[in-house]
């Protein structure tokens, strides 16, 4: 599971990705925001990483936008 993390970290924290991070909606609350853009991140890498590493990833974006 730690591999999991780390890899949806990296994911969160590129920062060639900010710009579409930045488009999201983080008025949704936090499960809302992991179900709608998982997917979409998990699509946005063309599908190399599973939707389960994408939902992660999302939390992980979601709780960074959150503490500011």
Known sequence: MDSLKNL????A???NNQKIYDKMDYTLDKEMFVKRYGKQIAKLLSGLISEKVGQEAARMVWEQKKRG
């Open 13 to 15: 924290e590129n920062p």
């Open 8 to 11: 949806a970290r990296m994911i």
